[in-house]
C-alpha cells in the first residue's frame, strides 16, 4: 500500500497587530489625544512650580541656629560618613533619605515637561547641574546654610530613581517617541 503524501497544513490567520503601544515590531508609539497630553503637561507645570517652591523653602531660607554648625564639603562621602557616624541613626536615616527624596520630583517632572530632557544622561546632567546652582546659592547667600557636594549627589541620585521608576514611563505616555530618520 502506497501512503499517500501529507496535506500541507495552513497556517492560522493571524491578524496583524494595529501600530501603537505594545507592539514587537518597534513602531513609534501614538502619545495619548491633545486634550489630556495638554492637562498632564499641565499638571506637571503646577506640581514642577510647587517643586521648585518646596525645594526653594527647604534650601534657601536662612537657618541662623545652625550657623556654627554648617561647613563647606568638597570631597564626596565626608558628610554621609558624618551622618552615618553619629549615634542616632535617626537623623541620619532623615538626612539622607531627604536628600533622595528631594530630587525625585525632579527626576520624574522634568521629563514630562521638557522631553528632550528624556534620557538617563540627560536627567543626570540636567539634575546634577540644577542642584549644583541650588548649593551654590546655598553657600554663597544664605546665612546658616553651606554648600555640600554630598547633597548634589544624593539628589541626583533620587532624581535618577525617581527617572527610572515612575518618569521614563510617564514621559513616553505623554511624548510620542519620534521616528528616527
Known amino acids: 500500500m502506497a501512503r499517500a503524501a501529507p ?15 505594545g507592539t514587537a515590531e518597534g513602531s513609534p508609539e501614538r502619545p495619548l489625544p491633545l486634550l489630556p497630553r495638554l492637562l498632564a503637561m499641565l499638571c506637571a507645570f503646577v506640581f514642577m512650580v510647587a517643586f521648585a517652591a518646596v525645594l526653594a523653602r527647604l ?6 541656629a545652625s550657623e556654627a554648625l554648617t561647613h563647606t564639603n568638597l570631597h564626596p562621602g565626608r558628610s554621609l560618613r558624618a551622618y552615618l557616624d553619629q ?6 536615616v532623615r ?3 531627604g536628600n533622595i527624596l528631594l530630587g525625585v520630583p ?18 543626570l546632567v540636567l539634575t546634577a547641574v540644577v542642584m549644583l546652582l541650588v548649593e551654590f546659592a546655598q553657600g554663597a ?5 553651606a554648600f555640600d557636594i554630598d ?4 539628589n541626583t541620585g533620587g532624581a535618577l530613581l525617581g527617572y527610572l ?5 510617564l514621559s513616553r505616555a505623554v511624548h510620542a517617541r519620534r521616528p528616527k530618520a
Request: positive net charge; hydrophobic residues 35%; glycine residues 10%.
Open 7 to 21: 496535506r500541507p497544513r495552513s497556517l492560522p490567520h493571524r491578524r496583524p497587530k494595529p501600530p501603537g503601544r
Open 59 to 64: 534650601t534657601l531660607y536662612p537657618s541662623p
Open 87 to 92: 549615634p542616632a541613626l535617626r537623623d541620619a
Open 95 to 97: 538626612q539622607i533619605g
Open 106 to 123: 525632579f527626576g520624574v517632572l522634568a521629563p514630562v515637561v521638557a522631553p528632550r530632557t528624556r534620557g538617563f544622561l540627560r536627567v
Open 141 to 145: 547667600l544664605v546665612t546658616g546654610r
Open 151 to 154: 547633597d548634589v549627589i544624593l
Open 165 to 169: 521608576l515612575v518618569g521614563r514611563r
